[in-house]
């Protein structure tokens, strides 16, 4: 499915298990900088929304709630990604109210969570760059736990690919994302089977798909 499709079926999907001020919060929250984040950073990565949670709802340091425009939530990862748009109400804003802002952010960090935050412009206008700077975030829990000293460059860029997707990856989707041909993609991940990196996922006389291996197991 392309991504009007899948995007409709994310959104309905929170909907139908919302209720109260969460349900409206989504149905008024979510509007054209979110979809946009959506479209041209998040869908072009992987392609669906799994363990992406948008208008989440969290404990405020005052007692009271708050949403997170997004929150990419897998066991032992929290991250918050916010889209912030530039109009008169954020012109308007007091000194007070952006104080406060901050002392949010600051307080989501110390509840333990990662927080990425792109203008809309930035969402726009440099969509690369952003999906570049979610990779890294993403990609920095796999160097924090994986010993990858022994893997070439390749070899790494394709581990860190299959663990962003979260599922069986295919040669396919390798050689569009290094520009690669199919006969060096092939020859990496058969590299990758034999370190135990890997394993495949489908296929018997020619492998299809592939899928961490024992040795990259992590709590994600």
């Not at 929290?78 to 007091?94: A, F, Q, T």
């Not at 700077?133 to 860029?157: A, C, F, H, N, P």
């Not at 069986?168 to 034999?194: C, G, H, M, W």
Request: proline share 4%.
């Amino acid at each position: 499915m392309g991504f009007e499709e899948e995007y409709q079926n994310f959104l309905n999907v929170h909907f139908q298990v919302r209720t109260g001020e969460r349900l409206r919060r989504l149905q008024e929250g979510h509007n054209q900088a979110e979809m946009l984040f959506l479209k041209q950073v998040w869908w072009p990565l992987f392609f669906h929304f799994k363990y992406l949670h948008p208008e989440y709802e969290v404990d405020d340091f005052k007692d009271g709630k708050r949403y997170l425009d997004f929150a990419y939530i897998r066991p032992g990862i929290r991250i918050c990604i916010e889209v912030d748009g530039y109009g008169p109400h954020l012109k308007n804003i007091s000194r007070w109210q952006f104080s406060d802002n901050l002392e949010r952010q600051n307080q989501l960090v110390i509840d333990g969570w990662t927080v990425v935050r792109f203008s809309y412009d930035q969402v726009s206008e440099k969509p690369r760059r952003c999906q570049q700077i979610v990779q890294q975030v993403i990609g920095q829990w796999l160097g924090d736990e994986l010993d990858l000293t022994s893997l070439s460059i390749v070899e790494k860029e394709v581990i860190r690919l299959v663990v962003r997707k979260g599922e069986a990856i295919f040669p396919k989707e390798v050689e569009k994302y290094l520009k690669l041909s199919d006969k060096t993609v092939r020859n990496v991940l058969t590299q990758l089977v034999d370190k135990k990196m890997l394993i495949p996922a489908s296929g018997i006389k020619r492998v299809r798909s592939y899928r961490l291996g024992d040795q990259v197991k992590r709590p994600i």
